[in-house]
DNA sequence: CTGAAAGCGCTTACAG
DNA sequence: CTGAAAGCGCTTACAG
């Protein structure tokens, strides 16, 4: 069997309180006895048990990350924020359960029902989310990665898109693009309120309209064949975009970026790039592309930071947007004309 | 404050005892009682306490899943097995924690020594995998999805990986193809020892030499300059294969099928092409790709089965191959010539 | 079919 | 700086 506290005690020759205190840190323990303890600990390789400690101190040091992971929906983005939340975590010795699609309700109500999370990071967040429906009812600690339509009562961290909407566009109309395209995520996503596209877009949308240029919107399916209609849209009419935005995933902004050179547009010569948003590395592409980038690790630290904030009780509901910042590798520059 | 199991055992008019044993159903209970307790349960919002419940039951109902999601490797197949694998605990009432490469090793030791897990899945094992050497020395219930270099005393599950290079070669040997392509993993994988890309492959080349064809392998990175020099270095030859085995990621795939139409080759007509051990849809290529399915709800419910099993008590190490099965999509016929 | 009670392994006032 | 002990909320022999 494991050792217990009792062994731990009994072969540091201290009461169970004190070997209980010298881990915990909340009481001040003589450096001899501490020793002691510390040497007793090893030899034994004890461990507290997590029930046990979660019984008696009402914290497991356990998270919940519901993250549904949508099958049309983009993986490797949606992970790096689950490794990220799980790697900010573990900062604050905690470890991440995942709650998917299957469960999201049912299981948000059963971890947090039985205790067995003191907190929750809510991803991938829905205009209109039900997880957050029901996590009003729920009383338990919860920090949401995105903005739902309405934030009213809870923390809430996130890149601010209309932000980074903002950099984009006037990046392009400084550089004396008047005619604007974004390439997007599937239709779907907007149509299900899924928080960041929609953001985006309607910040990208209303920040051309505000510089007095135009602003084409493409959403292409996950296909071959709709990335290069949606091209086709952007590129082929009478007034063709000379000033890209690529919300969308690594793929699509490959496929995008050979439909450039099977037209013969050299960037930035004739287009200017920009990739809005995007959680990968841009500059394997060719040519490597400016990018305002989408940081998890940033969102994800500090939302484990407020979730931990409240374990010590209640804290300002808020929304926190992160600023964007602007990486640039030669893609866009000045209309040459 | 949240209802205890005292508050259901007053509310219901009996003893906690009785509670247990109706919510366990490990003993039998009246149907009266039975009642009166599901009454009061709903009525209190009652949930078990988890520590609780761990502590004087010595079962968590949480299982670890360590799955490295190696930044270089592709995460949906990944998190495929994962989901997979919570999907399949769940119809054991068991939930999911996700240790990651940053904490695989630390993780592993931590769970299972505080008891925050009654077993693990072990996800992505390479041949000679650390994971695996620690676990040997753990003492927890585990199974392996997949197969390391040395099985000795473990349980592992997986797709008979060598069954479905055999299908794969024997279905293009017997159509006629006598220079067959394995279009596969990035080195890296190989080089690791990750292991169903090496099991693939060393089973793909043995199958072709013992059925007498000439077999040629390329491991594209995933960049699209990859993919293509690998599609020259197996068709622009002087001896072009004609027979191709894809066992790569799906967008590498749809490159390759890029690829083959820009030489103006016919699907099957000059080439016969099938998608091994994919996890995605090959229905949605042009053209639709037979494929031999790797199927993560098979291995992971069946794993997950064999960690139940374990909770009982050790059951005998072994190595459970599931069989391949092949579907035809008219990707793959016989050389017309 | 049901109850009273010990015990799981910790944390944390209470006391000194 | 340290100890003795209550108590967290369950499960499970033990008893009837």
Chains 1, 2 share one sequence.
Do not use: W
């Not at 920090?143 to 898109?161: E, K, M, N, R, S």
């Not at 407020?306 to 209640?314: D, M, T």
């Amino acid at each position: 069997m494991a050792a217990t506290i009792i062994d731990v005690a009994r072969e540091a020759g201290v009461s169970i309180s004190t070997v209980s205190y010298a881990l915990s840190g909340k009481r001040p323990v003589s450096d001899r006895t501490r020793r002691r303890i510390e040497a007793a600990i090893l030899e034994l390789g004890y461990r507290p048990n997590a029930g046990a400690r979660a019984l008696a101190g009402r914290r497991t040091y356990v998270f919940a990350v519901t993250e549904p992971l949508r099958p049309d929906t983009y993986t490797p983005t949606h992970m790096a924020f689950v490794l990220a939340t799980a790697k900010a975590a573990r900062q604050y010795d905690y470890d991440v359960l995942l709650l998917t699609q299957e469960e999201a309700n049912g299981g948000l109500q059963r971890v947090t029902g039985s205790r067995i999370v003191d907190g929750v990071i809510v991803l991938d967040v829905l205009d209109h989310d039900e997880r957050i429906t029901l996590l009003r009812t729920l009383d338990i600690p919860a920090v949401v990665v995105g903005v739902p339509a309405d934030p009213a009562g809870l923390v809430c961290v996130d890149l601010d898109f209309a932000a980074v909407a903002q950099l984009a566009v006037d990046r392009l109309v400084d550089g004396g693009h008047r005619r604007l395209g974004l390439l997007g995520h599937p239709a779907a996503a907007y149509e299900r309120g899924q928080n960041f596209p929609v953001r985006f877009r309607e910040a990208f949308v209303s920040c051309a309209q505000s510089r007095g240029v135009s602003a084409q919107v493409a959403t292409p399916e996950r296909t071959i064949a709709d990335a290069r209609s949606a091209m086709a849209e952007l590129f082929d009419g009478p007034d063709p975009v000379t000033g890209l935005v690529m919300h969308c995933e690594d793929s699509i902004q490959m496929r995008a970026l050979d439909e450039l050179r099977a037209r013969g547009l050299d960037i930035p010569g004739d287009v200017s790039v920009i990739s809005a948003a995007s959680t990968f590395d841009t500059t394997t592409f060719t040519p490597a592309l400016d990018v305002i980038p989408l940081v998890p690790d940033q969102s994800c630290s500090r939302a484990v930071e407020l979730l931990v904030e409240q374990l010590e009780g209640p804290i300002e509901p808020r929304v926190e947007l992160l600023p964007p910042e602007y990486i640039e590798r030669g893609s866009a520059s000045a209309v040459l004309a």
